[in-house]
């Protein structure tokens, strides 16, 4: 993998993914191979366009969802991996992370963020 460019600054907007569903464990989204994908279980879903109005910026987003509705919730993961190689420790970042909560009101277990340095 290239390493990542961040400077001055750098929006994963997901434009270069291909607008696609992934219901099972996937490494890299068609078309943005930084992207990969699982779920707790069958019914789990990546989706990189639903419809317009999803997006902060652009036309694709990364959405997590349920294939079926299902009293079972489904704990779903995207992880982006980002070569940072270039950088030294002396070198600082900001992350700034937007997300919609389309219609949970209530936090499940799997409604997590992780970020690891």
């Given at each position: 993998?290239?390493?990542?460019?961040?400077a001055?600054?750098f929006?994963?907007g997901?434009?270069?993914?291909?607008?696609?569903?992934y219901t099972?464990?996937?490494?890299?989204?068609?078309?943005?191979?930084r992207?990969?994908?699982?779920?707790?279980d069958?019914n789990g879903?990546?989706?990189?366009?639903?419809?317009?109005?999803?997006a902060r910026?652009?036309?694709r987003?990364?959405?997590l969802d349920q294939?079926?509705?299902?009293?079972t919730s489904?704990a779903?993961?995207l992880?982006?991996?980002?070569?940072?190689?270039?950088?030294?420790?002396t070198?600082?970042?900001?992350?700034?992370?937007?997300?919609?909560n389309?219609?949970?009101d209530?936090?499940?277990?799997?409604n997590?963020?992780?970020?690891?340095?």
């Open positions: 993998m290239t390493p990542s460019s961040l001055p600054k929006t994963e997901f434009e270069s993914a291909v607008a696609a569903s099972s464990p996937t490494l890299g989204f068609a078309g943005l191979d992207c990969d994908f699982s779920a707790s069958p879903r990546a989706r990189t366009f639903v419809n317009t109005g999803f910026t652009g036309s987003a990364a959405t294939q079926h509705y299902s009293t489904t779903d993961s992880i982006m991996t980002f070569n940072l190689s270039s950088y030294s420790s070198d600082q970042f900001w992350l700034d992370f937007y997300y919609r389309q219609g949970i209530f936090s499940l277990g799997g997590q963020v992780w970020i690891r340095g």
